[in-house]
């Protein structure tokens, strides 16, 4: 009886909520907004290192007298650091759960920003940046899956923003710590800006205790009760909360009826590690298999077309473009940060009213027109014997546009759409190894930036740049379907084949979802 009774009030609740439209919902969850606050606070540790290290270079390169190439490496190969982390992240967020996946990404990052501070010599500085590197790996795979799990649908990408606004965030303070600490001795200069590093980690592992673990892996791990506890403090209302209850648990294998405290997950639905990477990469539907490589390019695009290289780099940017004072060129960067961070923010609000599609489309559009525009105002400061102050004033406000457009719609979307369209059984997985290509592609691009500006001209380097986001505009408008208030249990019903006009007709009467391919 007691079975027949949880069944009638599950099925009256899936019927009632599949009328349940979370864009007509309110938009807000304070409590949900708290979590997500905390989680992506993570995503400044990666933020910070960006960009203190910006300026940071030409202290360093000054002080310990090291060459182009070593500055490139120094750079650059904590990108490469950053997928040991990644590549645990996974296992150990589903063994440890996400909170103290975060708590971890934390602790091992305040190791290697204070090795950094007491840096005496170059090869300490990199082994500095080897153990900050795992923790920025940790940071960045944890805090958009965290924040996708918690989020109710009507403000997912909204909350799931979170991580690159507090990236930009991290990136302001860099530059503004550069500016800060640059009229400090040589050898003090440079150790302060990487040392205090350290301090928002800090502030991020006592913070992060105070919130509630994912109801996913709450889920995962047979926590009926606990997980009821979070959905129902992080949904728009009780209605919702059913419905996200009943999509997990049928994700994970449970019985609808079961409504114990605590149950037994079934073993095959356990996220055993090996089944995992078998249905995502060896035999994956065509649903996943769509799903992978939208997840992968996205985060190879989003790299690719040069973004750490500005922003790593915009001294030296700045440097070519003909401004010669320190002071100068740090001062250029910080308005760069504020751009950046300015339309972040409003990238937070128009994901979860303009859609995801619309505004990546939108946003790499101005990301190609403004590096084709840097091109060309670089390769006639290049050429030209006097001072063109019209094209170093352009090269400046195409620097400034490139970021403000990337940060409106590539940015922000990279992280939200790949953390959301992964099935729960392989989330975890699949957001690492979207990580995993995101921190290659940048630290290939970092790493090299400086040898292909010398070798193709830095203006020849931004054509190149600006011809792969125009790929990447492709392949986004060919591969990528809006997700926009969907839950994330419905994902996969929205991918496993190509889009055309021919089938827009039959989709819409299907209810707006995509047909799986046979």
């Not at 409504?259 to 990469?281: A, M, R, Y």
Request: proline residues 4%; hydrophobic residues 50%.
């Amino acid at each position: 009886m007691a079975e027949g009774k949880a069944a009638d009030e599950t099925v009256a609740a899936q019927k009632s909520l599949e009328d349940f439209d979370p864009q007509n919902k309110p938009k807000s969850n304070k409590f949900a907004f708290a979590c997500a606050i905390l989680a992506s606070m993570t995503s400044i540790l990666l933020g910070y290192d960006i960009g203190v290290m910006s300026g940071a270079v030409i202290y360093i390169k000054r002080d310990l007298k090291v060459s182009d190439v070593q500055i490139e490496i120094l750079v650059g190969i904590i990108n490469l650091y950053s997928l040991i982390g990644s590549c645990l992240a996974g296992r150990t967020s589903d063994w440890i759960g996400r909170r103290y996946t975060i708590v971890l990404a934390g602790g091992i990052f305040f190791v290697g920003a204070i090795l950094m501070g007491f840096s005496p010599n170059y090869a300490f500085l990199m082994f500095g940046r080897f153990i900050a590197g795992i923790g920025i790996g940790y940071a960045l795979m944890i805090a958009p899956v965290y924040t996708a799990e918690v989020s109710p649908a009507s403000s997912r990408g909204f909350l799931t923003s979170f991580p690159e606004v507090f990236i930009n965030g991290g990136i302001l303070l860099g530059y503004i710590s550069n500016y800060g600490f640059s009229k400090l001795p040589l050898r003090m200069g440079w150790r302060l800006m990487l040392g205090v590093g350290a301090i928002p980690s800090v502030l991020l592992a006592v913070g992060v205790l105070a919130m509630p673990e994912s109801p996913r892996w709450l889920i995962m791990k047979g926590r009926l009760a606990d997980a009821t506890k979070v959905l129902n403090k992080t949904s728009d209302s009780k209605q919702e909360a059913l419905l996200r209850l009943a999509d997990i648990k049928a994700a994970a294998g449970i019985p609808q009826y079961c409504n114990d405290d605590v149950v037994q997950v079934p073993k095959q639905n356990n996220n055993n590690n090996n089944s995992v990477w078998k249905e995502l990469v060896v035999y994956p539907t065509p649903a996943v298999r769509h799903i992978l490589i939208a997840a992968l390019g996205i985060h190879f695009f989003q790299q690719a077309s040069g973004i750490d290289a500005v922003v790593l780099y915009s001294p030296t940017i700045f440097a070519k473009a003909g401004i010669k004072s320190d002071t100068d060129k740090l001062l250029a960067t910080v308005a760069v940060g504020f751009a950046k961070t300015v339309f972040i923010l409003v990238a937070t609000f128009l994901l979860d009213r303009v859609g995801r599609r619309p505004l990546l489309l939108s946003s790499v559009a101005g990301m190609v027109l403004s590096l084709l525009t840097l091109a060309v105002s670089l390769t006639i400061i290049d050429h030209s014997e006097s001072k063109q102050m019209w094209a170093i004033g352009l090269s400046i406000a195409m620097v400034m546009s490139y970021v403000a457009t990337f940060s409106i719609g590539a940015g922000p979307i990279t992280w939200v759409y790949s953390s959301e369209i992964f099935p729960l059984r392989l989330r975890a997985q699949g957001a690492a190894m979207g990580v995993v290509v995101n921190r290659v592609t940048s630290g290939v691009i970092s790493m090299t930036f400086l040898s292909l500006a010398n070798g193709i001209t830095i203006g020849g380097a931004f054509f190149l740049f600006g011809g792969i986001a125009t790929a990447g505009w492709v392949f986004f408008y060919t591969m990528l379907p809006e997700t926009q208030g969907k839950t994330l249990e419905e994902m996969e019903g929205s991918f496993g084949q190509f889009k055309v006009k021919s089938n827009n007709k039959r989709k819409e009467k299907d209810g707006g979802h995509i047909q799986l391919a046979n």
